[in-house]
RNA sequence: AGACCCGUAGCUCAGUUGGUUAGAGCGCUACGUUGACAUCGUAGAGGUCAGCGGUUCAAGUCCGCUCGGGUCUACCA
């Protein structure tokens, strides 16, 4: 129609119009591998699937079949969603709701008042349904009257009850219109009502509607219709309305229920054995879930589930489109009928003309894209045939984990769960992991529909690459939860990536200075490396490696990346990367180890987040041979477990003190302090580190006091529960340094009074986990043991 | 109308089973660096965890209500 086609269909006919559909599935295709393989996904392209693949069209015939002979498939006049404009039928799931400012009117109706936002409809009325109960109404039940509209026809209701009445909404009777409404066709066929179509397939009125409205619009009608019945003096009210209006998802043009012999699924039907019980679709798909044998994540996405399934009705899964798998019958003449997965044999028979619903061959798609290609071209085969005998469906039936967004939970999900249990007695899954939606930079979801908000990959890898693409969507993300694709967010992450490739340089050169080239690969993981700051970095990394594995058991894949970004950049890059420029470890081929070591165990961790640079670096630096993308998954050795980790966490804080005493006492940036420091406990790790201490803070070297000693005079003091810190000033600034003192010593003392607090409250000491006691009573002690130093220290300095 | 999610630093968001002093990135301030760093480093400012009530020795975390924002579902004539 872009094209200036207005009637496509009309002008090319079917064939032609499947081919050129057949060209721009070609064409989407070619971009959707595009897309996927810029992304750096790791698929198995050697089983690619399309839905429209001549295997997966034989599953969809068998089971069509299969359902028809259970009776879990049936055809019947229903009420459909029609859209008029595309002329076919939508499902429930496919409609858009929308709200519209209309008129609500209320019309005199034999001897009842009725409402409607609708009065176009009241032309095909055949019946007044009140409840039965209701007294104002009693007398009229089971009667017939007979209501000439003006310009219009005359029309004949009977008045019935019916429970799904209200009594209390509008005036409790209810003008039945059995054609153009779902609950008055239910009603109609409780009580074998006439049905009369007044509005057509064209979206016109009919002939039924009288001489006078046939052939006008709905709107123009409803309009005319009301002014009528204004001029007769029927019309008894009219007021404002906010109705809720149905569109469709794709034209977004409005729905017309109309009556319309339909092909369903019976959802309520108990026709299906399921752990050795009769149950309805509905039940097995509520039995899935609730009995553990899918776990939908995030946890909440059941509910929301459970509530879909509530509210499901039959679903109707024929489409007067071309584009789709055919629906698998034929007829011939008025009588014959045949359903099954391979054309009957003999002449006349002509094939449904309808195709099904796209989501019915994608709710088959954990097991029909594992049958066996070959297999399924002989016709011979049943269904269970074919699933007994495909290798891979044997062994890779069910799917470990489905990941998909959460707004496909409806349209796909279920509808996989529901048509997998039927045909395969397997659940599709185990495990649905449901990822949230791109928003763009003012929250609007990211949409097909709304191409402002669509990020196309292949321009975003262009400019930044694909791993930074990929680590923007992951980072810090919890599961299920939206994300904002920001420039502010990708920034973030670009610098991650520049920072690991510079780190790996940084690794390559300094082990190059240690190790021959050909010695590299030969360097083994050391067992336990002699120096307290290599054991340190070992242990954070077995540690990293425990937290990590961890956060992925839970799916928590930002929340990992988030600690493997910390760690490198903390740990590895700001201290222990500085410490390792220092002899005797700058020189020494215990740390080349431990730095090849840190190197892949970095590089795999991050492997899955940024798959492109990681792998580069890998066959650049670590091993030209392999491939990191084959590499084993890190493991955490316990033998890398150190006592030392406590103690070299004590040297890092103590560094960081040292340093906050150079700031906040304004020292010469570029000048060397002297500082001196007593070890009150770890004094072999605090002394094997004092190269490395005197290096990050830039002094001339770590004097080491005695316990009990006195410090310098003219120094500023940082004091640590392990540690005892004395910067010497030379022109000593007394003012800074006890504003600096007392202002920890307020802290500490508040802190302090709020463990006492804790210690005293019986209840407490008494109720609480002996664990968190002893957590705050050590706390204590550590306060305790600060404050009397930091007053001491005042003490000094008071004269 | 119903269901669900969200409300934490200026912005975007983490915060696992309730447990010490609530975190990150970006932005901001000051200083420094250009011998791993398409910069980086160091130090720092910034939060009554939407509000009210409850359970508990202990609540950002559990429960109830209220107020805001969002999503989905719906056959009110």
Redesign the pocket.
Known sequence: QEAGMPDPRHELGRDKLVEKIIDFVGESRDTIRRQIRAMGSSCDWSRERYTMDPQLNRCVNGVFARMFRDGLIYRAPRIVNWDPHLQTTVS??E???Q?RHAK?YTIKYGPFL?????PE?KLGDTAV?V?PDDERYREHIGKVYEVQWPKGPKISVRVVADE????????????V?PAH???DF?IAERHDLPLIQVIGEDGRMTEAAGEHYAGMTVEECREAFAAELEAAGLMVEVKD?V??T?ICYRSKKPIEPLPKPQWFIAVDKPAVPWKGRRLSLKQVLRDAVASGDIRIL????E??YF??ID???DWCISRQIWWGHRVPVYYRGEEDMYVGHEPPVGDGWAQDEDTLDTWFSSALWTWSTLIDPELAKDPSKSLRELLAESPDYRKFHPTAVMETG??I???WVARMILMTTYATGEVPFRTVYLH?LI?D?D???MSKSKPETAVDPTEVIQESGADILRLSMM??????????L?P??M??????V??I??????ID?TVGRIVDAGVRSALAVPEAPEHPVNRWMLDRLRELIVRVD??FA?Y?F??AA?QI??SF??E????Y??AI?VEPLSGSRETAAVLMHALRTYLKLFHPYMPFVTEHLWGELVDGESMLLHAQWPEAPAAHDFAETEAVDAVVRL???V??V???QNLE??AQIELAVEATSHQAVFEACGPIIARLVRASEVQWIDAGADEPANASLAVDPDFKAAVSLGEADRQAERQRLEKQLA?TEK?LA??EK?LA????V????P???E??R???E??RATLESVRERLAALGA
């Open positions: 429930d799931d409609i858009e709701h709200e609500f009725v409402g409607t936002s609708r409809t349904a409840h799904e009445v209200d009594p209390e909404t509008g005036t409790g009777a209810l003008g219109t409404s779902a609950v239910d309305y109705q809720q149905s995030p946890d909440h996405q509910k929301t509530h879909w509210n499901l009705r959460y707004d939970l409806f349209f949230g928003l930079k929250g609007d979801k980072l810090g993300n919890a599961p299920g939860q939206d994300l904002k920001t502010e967010r920034t973030g992450c670009q610098r991650l520049t920072k490739w510079n780190a790996s340089k940084l050169v961890g956060r839970a928590a930002g929340d988030e970004r910390q950049w903390n590895l890059c700001d201290f990367l500085e420029k560094v960081a003190a340093r906050g150079r700031a906040e940036p570029g802290h802190r709020g463990l804790q409250n019986e209840n407490f008494t109720r609480a986990k664990e968190a006691v957590n705050v050590r706390n204590a550590d306060a």
